[in-house]
């Protein structure tokens, strides 16, 4: 057998084969012993992922983390740095493969950032995405400026930064069984705007991107491939984007926030 | 029963204001219904603009507003002026008999002001429309019939409008008919406070009627959070009971609009998109979704300029039932309330 030995830990079997099967030359999915761990993101991630490490594993692609562990992190971080452990986060939103692409199409200076959202998520799961896709896009969340919550919904101003410049940034999120889950990042600019909606079901449904300055409009390629298979074909190599504490600190922040946000009701 | 209108069915029209809005919307709309409405006076503060507009439609200009009100052959006022002078108008138009006068957004400036028009209207008999096109236009008719019949309101409305500047749509709407006889003053200097008030009673006031029927609870709208966005735009929060209202919008200097209305609820969504302002590229559209299918409207020859003088001439003639006057005076308390809550919040360091 060759390729990489995976072996799953809270996520979903059969979603995992598809994954694997989707990638017969890279991956194989096995009982025990994997060689990378692939942990479904549910509340009890923390302990799950400490438990791993615990007994020497080394590598993990971790999916979808709920927002619900924030604050809880210092131990798992502590440890999983003592023990030089790979973490790599894979969320479907910030990891969709467009979002770096669109990111590299932004150059200009933007005003505002809408993130407009919406699933059948927590308010808080749902919060988290946005954040986490702002930052990805290179909108770095700084702080919360005001939230205001209820059961069904949630409204946010935070202050971030794109490169140097402050920006503010805006998240919507409704809880809704109607229509296509999905959020939509868009950029305004005095001279520039740039949209990106993502989608949030696992399908490799291609988001969609656009990059607007003056009298022009790009529109970025379709890419037909879902977040958790761009991630497990880098997770072969594993190669370090941030280092596993940097990740998870960078996570707990905006998990905080998201918290927080979902609290104001 | 309806009504025969006095001039071989056509209802006489006059207008306060020869600017963008009269020559960009109302008289193109007009001329297109010619069968219903004639223009037959216009008067603005330049004479030799209302001259010089009154001539495109063969209407007469008059040199004081009283002469137009006094002119029997008017049965519709249009108060197309600047809003500190929309109440004083539409009174004098009430008083003046006229059966019915539309009045471009807001309705007004102060809660006084509305007082005094509900008076005028139930002392007259007439009717007062007030031009938020966007109730009249078929995006919003259709998106209203689908929310009417669901059982749950929506936990979130977004009002989204993203605009380049207006000049951008001048010359795609209508022509300058005459050069200006002096050069437009500089805008006074405003605090952030009166720019947020402006825009809001300026730009939000587009759909904010719409919001206010989407809002179960709306008579005590609550401003959470305001920021004023450069170079000309906004973000609020708004809470009424338990539903909640995002406002957004922005002008940037760019080609792109990007006009929205969006309610959401735990099991139905409603989307309208609406096309800018003064340009006529037909009615907006309307997608309602919910967990197993997406009906639709698509885009539509008429838009809501079309729709409030259809409406109009319904109303004139019986055919629809005239404005209830506390709706008017209600949607412009709960725009007003919103711009004086953002107003002081901004006032009180909110974010700019």
Known sequence: MT????????????????????????????????????????????????????????????????????????????????????????????????????????????????????????IADMLMQQLRLARAAGFEPQSVV?????????IATLEATFGEDPVFLRLTVARSRAG???????????????????????????????????????????????????????????PVTLPTGEALRQWDQDATMALAIAANS | MSRATPDSRRWGVGIVGSGLVTRSIHLPVLAALADRFEVRGLWDVDFDLADAT??????IAAHTLEALLEDRAIDVVVIGSPAQFHARQTIAALRAGKRLVLVEKPLCSTLEEAAAIDCAVRETGGMVVVGAMHLFDPA????????????????????????????????????????????????????????????????????????????????APQVLHAVRLAPFGYMLTVRAGEQMVDMFAFMHGHWRPEWTLTASAEDWQAHAEFTPSFVMAGSGQTSFAT???????????????????????????????????????????????IAEQAAALIDKGACQ
Not at chain 1, 22 to 49: C, F, K, N, T
Not at chain 1, 146 to 154: D, K, L, N, V
Not at chain 2, 54 to 59: D, E, L, V, Y
Not at chain 2, 170 to 198: C, F, G, K, Q, Y
Request: include cysteine.
């Open chain 2, 54 to 59: 009154a001539r495109t439609c063969r209407a």
């Open chain 2, 140 to 219: 919003w008719l259709f998106m209203k019939e689908q929310v009417s019949r669901q059982a749950n309101a929506p936990a979130l409305v977004r009002s989204c409008i993203i605009l380049p500047p207006n000049s951008r749509f001048d010359n795609w709407s209508n022509e300058v008919i005459l050069p200006p006889s002096t050069p437009a003053p500089s805008p006074a200097p405003r605090s952030d406070a009166m720019v947020i008030h402006a825009a809001i009673m300026g730009l939000a006031i587009h759909d904010l009627p719409l919001v206010r029927r989407l809002l179960v609870d709306h008579g």
């Open chain 1, 180 to 238: 296509s889950a999905s959020h939509r990042l868009l950029a305004h600019g005095r001279g520039d705007s740039a949209g990106l909606q993502v989608w949030s079901d696992p399908a490799a449904r291609p988001a969609t991107a656009f990059y607007l300055t003056g009298e022009n409009t790009t529109g970025l390629p379709s890419i037909y491939e879902s977040a958790h298979r761009a991630v497990l074909r880098f997770a072969i190599a594993m």
């Open chain 1, 3 to 122: 390729g990489l030995a995976v072996e799953i830990d809270g996520f979903c079997p059969l979603r995992a084969r598809g994954l694997a099967a989707s990638l017969p030359a890279s991956i194989r999915l096995v009982e025990q012993g994997g060689e990378v761990i692939l942990m479904g993101g549910q509340a009890d991630w923390p302990e799950r992922l400490m438990a791993r490490i615990r007994v020497g594993q080394k590598r993990f692609v971790l999916s979808d983390p709920q927002a619900c562990a924030a604050g809880q992190l210092a131990d798992l971080i502590g440890e999983a740095e003592i023990s030089h452990v790979q973490i790599r986060l894979c969320e479907t939103h910030a990891d969709n493969p467009a979002v770096a692409p669109f990111r590299s199409s932004l150059v200009g200076h933007f005003s505002a950032v809408t993130i407009t959202g919406q699933g059948e998520e927590p």
């Open chain 2, 291 to 337: 967990a197993e299918s997406v009906a639709s409207q698509p885009v539509m020859r008429d838009n809501g300029y079309t729709g409030e003088w259809l409406a109009i001439a319904a109303m004139l003639s019986g055919d629809a039932p005239p404005p209830d006057p506390d709706e008017v005076v209600q949607d412009f308390i709960f725009a007003l309330t």
């Open chain 1, 146 to 154: 005001h939230g205001a919550a209820g059961e069904a919904q949630a």
